[in-house]
């Protein structure tokens, strides 16, 4: 089924900790996103990529790393992980990201919370 | 600044019609989105509208009016899967989206 994979579905870790959030897509899609979804907020966004080989900030960065090697992968690193980095992290993607009806797909998501 | 207004949380009741507004403020505009959320899982498309008026799809329909910073989502006939997050989407000048917190709907037997 085409879509996207993220991975881990959860986890848990300690502040301080590396910890890397997993996506792939097979729909060759050229932009990809990274948001978090906190409750009683609206999705933000933290980093994104207009086609692979580029990367851009969103609007909560610090903290964050990317990177697009390829067409398929977009993982998201955060380097030394705080409490304030307990959210829901969903992965997206569309076709192109300089177009007016840029539908995006979503992947499951991924769960963290950093104690 | 950029901003996206929707109400927090609604309730209807099952075969009834429901209306979500949304308005927002953005540096320029190339249209309006509508996302489900059912809790747990991830966003899923429903309409976009870039003209001003209404698309029909189904159950669901979404208006926009581009002069007043204003559209709505109408759901029609409404069933228990239809409890869900609903969530507006605008698109500025930049292609960048900007979204609303999400109106949580209820829907009662």
Redesign the interface.
């Known amino acids: 089924i085409a879509g996207i994979t993220q991975a881990p579905t959860s986890q848990i870790l300690a502040a301080g900790r590396r910890m890397t959030l997993r996506c792939t897509q097979d729909m060759r899609h050229n932009a990809m996103y990274w948001y978090r979804q906190d409750l009683g907020l609206g999705l933000r966004l933290i980093h994104y990529s207009n086609t692979a080989g580029t990367t851009g900030k969103g609007e909560v960065p610090d903290g964050y790393s990317v990177s697009r090697a390829n067409t398929d992968d977009f993982p998201l690193t955060l380097a030394s992980a705080v409490p304030s980095q307990t959210s829901v992290y969903f992965c997206a993607s569309s076709e192109s990201s300089r177009s007016g009806a840029n539908v995006l797909t979503f992947g499951a998501g991924s769960r963290l919370t950093v104690l | 600044g950029q901003n ?1 207004d929707q109400p ?1 949380e609604m309730t209807a009741t099952e075969g009834a019609i429901v209306q979500i507004n949304c308005t927002y403020q953005t540096s320029g505009f ?2 309006l ?1 509508w ?1 489900q959320q059912h809790a747990g ?5 429903l309409s ?1 509208n ?1 003209l001003d008026g209404l698309e029909e799809k189904g159950r669901f329909s979404s208006f926009l009016s581009r002069s007043k910073g204003y559209s709505y989502l109408l759901l029609k006939e409404l069933q228990m899967k239809d409890s869900a997050s609903y ?1 507006c ?1 605008a ?1 500025d000048s930049n ?8 109106t949580k709907l209820i829907i009662k037997p």
């Open positions: 996206i927090t190339n249209g989105f996302y899982e991830a966003p899923t498309f976009y870039v969530l989407a698109m292609y960048q989206l900007i979204w609303g917190a999400g």
